[in-house]
């Protein structure tokens, strides 16, 4: 089974309107990470945004927030007042275990990827 | 910033030859990544260091090789390189024990086997 799945491989927007990207995870551990990374077309994977299981609020940078529903497992972004610099693709990633623990938690695996176009 | 820095950004290669990607990040991190990324696949993990003299086996191992002889620095080498082996490499790199665990990353090399 997929660790992350994003269900979505394209989305359209227009410009300065809100748009969200859908993120599920599937883990049994209690403590983990969720990230999303920007990839634009020039190709470099730019970190966005992250979310902690035990963090109480919703995360948010700027125009990102995550949209972190425990429960049901998912871990969606809210991109507002998109611009036309936010096309490009976007994933999800998870990291399993405490951050601060060494082992099995070191890597991410990450989702297929949305890509996002924003029309003018 | 430099931040993590990959060389060659792009690299033809003909089947068989080797070629070695360097990577070089100025942050001081323990650990740093080696990724594959095809179309359709996300990132998938090669190989990764948790220290200078370290490494160990992601999930795509198979045709790699690395090193860390300085912290600074992880190595990806193709011995033998194969068509397969077409895709885009990216490094990475963290703290050790940081809470988020956030990854940095490089730009990316894009290497075609021919």
């Known amino acids: 089974a997929q660790k992350i799945t994003q269900t979505q491989p394209g989305m359209f927007v227009q410009e300065k309107e809100a748009v969200t990207l859908d993120c599920t995870y599937d883990?049994?551990?209690?403590?983990?990470?969720l990230f999303w990374y920007k990839q634009p077309s020039s190709g470099e994977m730019i970190f966005l945004i992250y979310q902690g299981s035990y963090d109480q609020q919703n995360a948010t940078e700027g125009r990102y927030s995550l949209n972190f529903q425990k429960a049901r497992k998912s871990a969606n972004l809210v991109i507002s007042a998109s611009q036309l610099g936010d096309s490009a693709m976007y994933f999800c990633a998870m990291r399993e275990g405490p951050g601060w623990r060494g082992g099995s938690n070191y890597k991410l695996t990450f989702g297929k990827g949305t890509l996002l176009t924003v029309n003018p | 910033n430099a931040g993590v820095t990959q060389t060659p950004k792009f690299r033809v290669l003909k089947t068989g030859q080797s070629m070695t990607l360097l990577c070089a990040q100025d942050m001081n991190h323990e650990y740093m990544y080696w990724y594959r990324q095809d179309p359709g696949m996300g990132l998938r993990l090669i190989h990764y260091?948790?220290?200078?003299?370290?490494?160990a086996k992601g999930e795509v191992p198979d045709g790699y090789n690395v090193s860390r002889l300085k912290k600074q620095n992880f190595l990806l080498g193709l011995e033998s390189a194969a068509p397969s082996q077409t895709s885009v490499y990216f490094c990475a790199s963290r703290l050790a024990g940081a809470t988020k665990n956030i990854q940095y990353f490089g730009a990316g090399t894009r290497l075609s086997v021919l």
């Open positions: 883990t049994s551990d209690p403590s983990y990470g």
């Open positions: 260091s948790v220290g200078e003299g370290t490494t």
